[in-house]
């Protein structure tokens, strides 16, 4: 058995105006009927089983996460005080595992909840490989990563420089070289030829025993904080002593704080179509392009309009004229119009509103609208 | 004394989704508080008075001109069935003129509703001057046009070849040598350089026998309409006799119908800032710009965003990330994204909607929001 890890806290401020502090991006569904961790829960249910799913999401989440996924142990969705990135997230994971009785050998895997993928059997089939190797004498002191073979030479992603390929009964896999920050256009096509390099999912599987040793070694701040919190599940202390942790802790990412540091890395590969969904663009790549490359999500009227994106989650008509390369996102209370060079410059908007104090288009959708991207949304062709 | 008669039929499609069938252009206001009907009307006043006053507009239009504009006469409002370009239009206001008495030489001012005019007095100092002319002997047979000296190489306007200066009593004027069509950016900055050239504003001047004996010249068809609906004015056959002609007379404009086949066509010239508020593109004109040369009109916030336009009437956040040069007009139902150089075929939009009968964008904003474009809406700095 496999014990699923889900990452659900994110902000998705990329994804404002849909994205919302109340509702964020792995709570919205984009490109399919259910929400982005539905979807995740889904795709494990036949690997874990529901009791082998943990979620750790932020407090102000827990409630619309739990209505989302009620298959999912209520005692299984862990709340984060605020967010401090993906270490001490995994942290409280293992905390809990630990406290409910978990022993060094479990194997977990911990997955962000935002991400898509197109072919869950070969997600599980990936997952299924990974954690065999885990349990390999020769391999189970070592930390998997999931590596996708690149399609496209994307600067959105960071890569993975993979060496030495190694087969175990007809697994393959490869050690991890270095892990690459987002590289340049004309670096990420030279990755892509040289079959070298593959797209950092995010995606981790290792022994219990194995996570807590990287914590102890390369976090050790972290690794304290774990344990008292493991000690304090399931006591009148618990509230307090996890506030009181999370406000000391750093805030670091379990790629720089762990993988980029540790020696017995292993990238077992996939191509199960994957995406970050990681700003808006991505709907360029998730959804299907009229002949003129345009995705439409709403009423829409286009004239000489190409390579471009419209979602509406309000009924009304957009109409585009003159338009190449545009992101526009019609929602009950703002509107936002980007270009798609500078999806990644949303935030930024939403940091302005945070600044500014104009908290009301950042917490939740005053028009009360249902935050549903779907791909049968009534579009008309440009 | 002088007759001022205002074309208010227009269907300002070029101004949607803010102009409506219900509600066109000329019935907004375009920065300022008052709409431009209204604007148009206030600038004669003092010059025509009220009971110098004529409004032909469209049918429908009728209740809402009168609304606005209470001082004119209830009998001075003349609707056209159809819309028949601007000959049928000042053909209807003469045949009404006569129909009422008015003799040979009556002078009459033609003026377009929905143009923005910056000095009321120079204005009016124009029109006085070119009335007076075709009262002087050697011009009283002459068609009069107001020239705009013209400020930047503007492509969008027609302009008048002038030639032949003339003086009579210190009022200066010119013979037109020939009208020309909107020209490419090239020639319209040679026009600029040269000074030969002056925009043509689609003002005109003349005597009531003057347009009489030219439209019985160069429009016979218009010419027998008009005298036709002059005899019926009055009687209880007036609106079938009205609609009877309308549907048989051609649709013209006077420009291309009377005016560049006329021998005796002078000139006043006027520099009064002008502008035919004939696009989106109007309101970078017409309204203060930020920094980045952006006229916001909206809640808004901006990153990396230069010489756009954002106009909301929803009170509605718009955002923009990494634009330049784009038109964003946001309404209760509809959406307009177009590019500047696009924006003449906003029409093709409107076009469209009708074709496919989705007419519920055309008619009205379904939000009943007031559709009015201040210039002290509550805009943010980008």
């Not at 000489?304 to 979602?311: H, L, P």
Request: glycine share 8%.
């Amino acid at each position: 058995m496999l014990t699923a890890v889900i990452m659900a806290g994110g902000g998705g401020e990329r994804f404002w105006p849909v994205s919302r502090r109340e509702r964020p991006k792995q709570l919205l569904s984009i490109g399919g009927k259910k929400s982005l961790v539905q979807q995740t829960v889904d795709r494990l249910l036949p690997l874990c089983g529901a009791g082998g799913i943990y979620i750790v999401t932020a407090s102000h989440l827990h409630d619309e996460v739990r209505k989302q996924v009620p298959r999912v142990p209520q005692n299984h969705i862990m709340t984060e005080p605020e967010g401090k990135n993906t270490a001490p997230c995994i942290a409280l994971a293992v905390a809990h595992l630990r406290a409910a009785g978990a022993d060094d050998d479990l194997v977990m895997a911990v997955l962000p909840a935002d991400h898509a993928v197109l072919d869950d059997e070969e997600f599980r089939r990936t997952l299924e490989r990974a954690s065999r190797l885990v349990r390999e004498p020769d391999y189970r002191d070592c930390l998997v990563t999931i590596g996708v073979r690149p399609t496209r030479p994307e600067t959105g992603y960071g890569y993975i420089h993979i060496v030495d390929l190694r087969e175990l009964d007809g697994l393959r896999f490869y050690r991890v070289h270095r892990f690459v920050e987002k590289p340049d256009r004309r670096r990420a096509e030279a990755y892509l030829r040289s079959g070298d390099y593959l797209w950092n999912s995010g995606m981790f599987i290792w022994r219990l025993k194995t996570i807590e040793r990287a914590f102890e070694k390369h976090l050790p701040e972290v690794a304290e904080a774990m344990s008292r919190i493991r000690e304090a599940v399931g006591t009148p202390h618990y509230w307090r002593v996890l506030r009181q942790e999370y406000f000391r802790i750093p805030s670091i990412s379990v790629d720089y704080g762990i993988m980029e540091k540790e020696e017995r890395i292993i990238c077992v590969p996939a191509s199960f179509g994957w995406d970050d969904v990681g700003s808006w663009s991505a709907l360029g790549r998730l959804l299907p392009a009229d002949r003129a490359g345009n995705v439409i999500q709403s009423e829409y009227v286009g004239v000489d309009t190409s390579n471009c994106i419209v979602y509406s989650d309000t009924g009304r008509l957009v109409a585009t004229v003159g338009l190449r390369d545009l992101v526009i996102v019609d929602t009950g209370d703002a509107l936002l119009v980007c270009h798609k060079d500078s999806v990644q410059r949303v935030r930024e908007v939403v940091a302005r509103l945070r600044d500014d104090e104009r908290y009301r288009h950042l917490l939740h959708d005053r028009s009360g609208q249902v935050y549903e991207v779907t791909a049968t949304a009534g579009a008309r062709g440009a």
